[in-house]
């Protein structure tokens, strides 16, 4: 197995099979992620991803799925806050904390990740942006939520370099470890899905503004393809992260990002011992572990099976 493969794919899948389009229950998701983490392809396996209301039963799920406690606690992501609006989202923090800190004081769960969609008149401004900001900073430690990593997703519509730039601006008095951008890449309707020059466009921004990027949603297989349901052109997973480590390592115009995120020839993307390569554009395998580490850190999948398969039919694995 090439390093640059391996340090590209390390961790790389979080996995959401709660989440559409598998909606597994929960004793089926915590068998089937306990299961990946048993296997040969564990090493690609991030955290388990759940909303915060959720964490009970899966605590609860895994006392009772052979085998799933043995490993001991299990790293976690949390979603945390509400689509229904702003006030919405910052009420729901309380009980989802209390929900946190449970599953961490049963022993089970590590929570060091927490998501949350910014509400849609936050991305309409800098102004209303920084004010969501102070009031929802405000609240994650009046709950016990400080001291974790936030990922605050992208609102559809939104400025999006303007938010990455504010976010980039606080991260240093925020009161979390690390504060980032989080990109829904696909959904189960074509407008879920994010033009190409959006996704470049984050890419290239985040890279500018030293913001860290976790993606969600529609990235299953490696290479951008037309899919069936929704019948639309899906982006993959070699595409965006490769276009990531193009724009960190400042080896690529915006233009050249944008095809690095359009391309659907399987052939164009190549891991050597030393590097990621598309096309003419190379990443060193350690900067690629460097960067991985430092600013791209994987996507929520809610299936780990097909990447694998994808990978194993592409010979790299």
């Not at 299990?74 to 910052?90: D, H, P, Q, V």
């Not at 590590?110 to 405000?138: K, M, N, S």
């Not at 115009?253 to 095809?259: A, M």
Request: charged share 20%.
């Amino acid at each position: 197995m090439a390093t640059a493969f391996r340090a590209f794919m390390q961790g790389l899948v979080d996995y959401a099979g709660l989440f559409p389009p598998a909606v597994l229950p929960p004793v089926r998701a915590v068998a089937r992620y306990a299961g990946h983490r048993a296997g040969p392809q564990a090493w690609m396996l991030g955290r388990f991803i759940a909303p915060a209301e959720k964490l009970a039963e899966i605590g609860a799920a895994r006392a009772n799925v052979p085998g799933a406690s043995a490993s001991g606690a299990w790293e976690c992501s949390a979603l945390i806050g509400s689509r229904e609006g702003a006030e919405a989202a910052l009420d729901a923090l309380a009980p989802q904390g209390a929900a946190i800190l449970a599953a961490e004081e049963e022993g089970w769960a590590g929570i060091q990740v927490l998501e949350y969609p910014l509400p849609p008149a936050t991305g309409a401004g800098r102004r209303e942006l920084a004010d969501h900001l102070d009031l929802l900073f405000a609240r994650l430690e009046a709950v016990g939520l400080a001291g974790r990593e936030l990922f605050l997703e992208l609102p559809p519509g939104s400025d999006d370099a303007g938010v990455i730039e504010t976010l980039s601006g606080r991260a240093r008095t925020a009161p979390v470890l690390r504060l980032g951008a989080k990109l829904r890449c696909g959904g189960l309707r074509p407008e879920n899905v994010p033009a190409v020059s959006r996704v470049a466009g984050i890419l290239s921004a985040c890279a500018r503004f030293s913001v860290p990027l976790k993606c969600t949603a529609g990235l299953h297989h490696p290479v951008r393809h037309l899919a069936d349901d929704p019948e639309v052109m899906m982006h993959g997973f070699f595409n965006v992260f490769g276009a990531g480590l193009l724009a960190a390592s400042g080896l690529a115009s915006g233009r050249e990002l944008e095809s690095c995120v359009a391309e659907t020839d399987p052939a164009a993307f190549r891991f050597t011992e030393d590097a990621f390569v598309w096309r003419n554009r190379g990443v060193p395998a350690d900067r690629i572990e460097e960067i991985r580490r430092r600013s791209l850190c994987g996507f929520g999948s809610c299936s780990f099976a097909e990447p694998v398969a994808d990978l194993q039919a592409l010979g790299l694995l």
